[in-house]
């Protein structure tokens, strides 16, 4: 197992410093910044590679379990009188676990950390064009208002009166009753 352990700190090379410029992108750096290094980490996290990359997860993830085992078993007496090879046997178990869970951890935080800036930079375009659009709205009110020729009352259409008949009285009055039916 202690070849083994060597081979994770490979991977660390390249999680940590990612996973640190994600972190100092998403404090420090706008939004060009990070969707710069989004563009960096799509290609580990979007692409075919992340197949090939959860196919490592779960290979790193057995070792760590074994690494795990090795040192809760590891604690019996020695029985061929070698106690320093049992013990440095523990510690590298010990180291294995952890560099294996580091490897774990940091993989699985780069990928929220993609997913999660990619969400932020969508939702800081969605309030630029809504605050667009109410700069828009307001402008459009302001001229509305300004306007003098235009007032509430210019658009609504004047009644049309009915016509009187005075030149025939009686008639007037017949037509304007009811009907009486015989």
């Known amino acids: 197992m202690v070849p083994m352990v060597g081979l994770a700190y490979w991977p660390l090379l390249l999680w940590v ?7 100092l992108t998403a404090v ?3 939004s060009g910044m990070q969707g710069a290094l989004r563009s960096i980490t799509g290609l580990l996290v979007d ?3 992340a197949g090939f990359l959860k196919i490592v997860w779960v290979v790193l993830l057995v070792l760590c379990l074994d690494c795990l085992r090795g040192v809760f078993t590891g604690a019996r007496a020695p029985s061929d009188g070698l106690p320093n090879a049992q013990m440095f046997e523990t510690y590298a178990a010990k180291e294995g676990a952890l560099v294996m869970a580091l490897n774990l951890v940091a993989m699985m935080a780069v990928q929220a950390m993609h997913v999660v800036t990619g969400k932020c930079i969508k939702l800081e375009l969605h309030m630029d064009i809504l ?5 828009q709205q307001g402008q459009f009110a302001k001229q509305l208002l300004e306007a003098d020729e235009k007032k509430a009352t210019s658009g609504v259409p004047l009644e049309s009166k009915m016509p009187e008949t005075k030149a025939n009285g009686a008639e007037g009055e ?3 009753e009811m009907r009486k039916r015989d």
Request: charged residues 15%; proline residues 10%.
């Open 17 to 23: 410093p990612l996973l640190a410029a994600q972190c």
């Open 174 to 176: 017949a037509e304007s």
């Open 28 to 30: 420090y750096l706008g």
């Open 131 to 135: 605050k667009r659009q109410a700069q």
């Open 47 to 49: 692409t075919p590679v």
